[in-house]
Nanobody
Framework: QVQLVESGGGLVQAGDSLRLSCAASGLTFTQYTMGWFRQAPGNEREFVAHINWNGKVTHQADSMQDRFTISRDNAKNTVYLEMNKLKPEDSAVYYC????????????????WGQGTQVTVSS
């Protein structure tokens, strides 16, 4: 059974950094594009970043591309999200997701989801 387990969230101050991890199991990791999404209370789940199977192609949401970096380690079946210069508006539950397709930034194109990890940024 496919499992995606996020970790690394927490409470930080504005300007600080966090590194989120997502450990995948139950799937052939290199066959999937991996993505990060986030959802704040009352908001739709929004795209953050995705990375292709070998880590050579990445895409980040325009509002985050200068601060957030996605990466993956296929030997560990793990995808990461490095978040720098965090802002209060970054506060959300961050979700890891896997897609059998490539190049998509929308929720509906992802097949598997983790339970999420809370990131709270105080001012």
């Amino acid at each position: 059974q496919v499992q995606l387990v996020e970790s690394g969230g927490g409470l930080v101050q504005a300007g600080d950094s966090l590194r989120l991890s997502c450990a995948a199991s139950g799937l052939t990791f290199t066959q999937y594009t991996m993505g990060w999404f986030r959802q704040a209370p009352g908001n739709e789940r929004e795209f953050v970043a995705h990375i292709n199977w070998n880590g050579k192609v990445t895409h980040q949401a325009d509002s985050m591309q200068d601060r957030f970096t996605i990466s993956r380690d296929n030997a560990k079946n793990t995808v990461y999200l490095e978040m720098n210069k965090l802002k209060p508006e970054d506060s959300a539950v961050y979700y890891c997701a896997a897609s059998s397709e490539s190049g998509y930034s929308t929720v509906r194109n992802y097949d598997y989801w983790g339970q999420g990890t809370q990131v709270t940024v105080s001012s």
